[in-house]
């Protein structure tokens, strides 16, 4: 079974800081990991994902996430906050082969103070 | 290139009434899925189907039904409605192997009263 969890419901940083969201998971096998986005009232976009190849990966907007296998654990960090990063992040896991459903953390709300 | 649609954007039920929500792709993916989110609970799976022609049961499928009606659209049908189904509802494609990523709509807001 997998699972994923998000430590951290609410998370504030000031503008121009060090954004950090974490992310661990449970799973048999190392999963394929990925971040989306949710802004007010949209659907989720896609941040970036691993699948495999280097742990280091990075996404849009200059979000990148770190796959540590030995730490079960993909957070997600952006060296500077801006405004427009206000929103609620979600990170989800997916097992490498079959039907691929995702499995979702509960997500956690980032707020940029100005 | 609209991606994934998803009609209506809000709907307002009473208990016991009935109603189907649409949901079309245009980018010619095999799978598709039906969530649901609720606050601090994250997106729950209700069903999905992996190609055209066949539907699963996710994590909560109950007082839900599917069809996924040719490869371009999946809809989720709700008989009786109940309280506890407000929520909002996303729907999402995936190309199929071996591209993973999934595709999310804009979502539907539903509210059972």
């Known amino acids: 079974a997998q699972s994923v969890t998000q430590l951290g419901s609410h998370v504030s940083v000031s503008e121009g800081a060090l954004v950090l969201l974490r992310c661990n998971y449970s799973s048999s096998v190392p999963p394929y990991l990925f971040w989306y986005v949710q802004y007010p009232n949209q659907g989720l976009q896609l941040l970036l994902k691993y699948t495999t190849g280097a742990t280091l990966v990075k996404g849009i907007n200059g979000f990148e996430a770190e796959f540590k296998k030995s730490e079960t654990s993909f957070h997600l960090t952006k060296p500077s906050a801006h405004m427009s990063d206000a929103a609620e992040y979600f990170c989800?896991?997916?097992?490498?082969?079959?039907?691929?459903?995702?499995?979702f953390g509960t997500g956690t709300r980032l707020t940029v103070i100005p | 290139n609209a991606g994934v649609t998803q009609t209506p954007k809000f709907q307002v039920l009473k208990t016991g009434q009935s109603m189907t929500l649409q949901c079309a792709q245009d980018m010619n993916h095999n799978s598709m899925y039906w969530y649901r989110q609720d606050p601090g609970m994250g997106l729950r799976l209700i069903y999905y189907s992996a190609s055209e022609g066949t539907t699963d049961k996710g994590e909560v499928p109950n007082g839900y039904n599917v069809s996924r009606l040719n490869k371009r659209e999946f809809s989720l049908r709700l008989e009786s409605a109940a309280p506890s189904q407000t929520s909002v509802y996303f729907c999402?494609?995936?190309?199929?192997?071996?591209?993973?990523?999934?595709?999310f709509g804009p979502g539907t807001r539903l509210t059972v009263l």
């Open positions: 999402a494609s995936r190309p199929g192997e071996p591209q993973n990523t999934q595709y």
């Open positions: 989800a896991v997916t097992q490498r082969s079959g039907a691929n459903n995702l499995f």
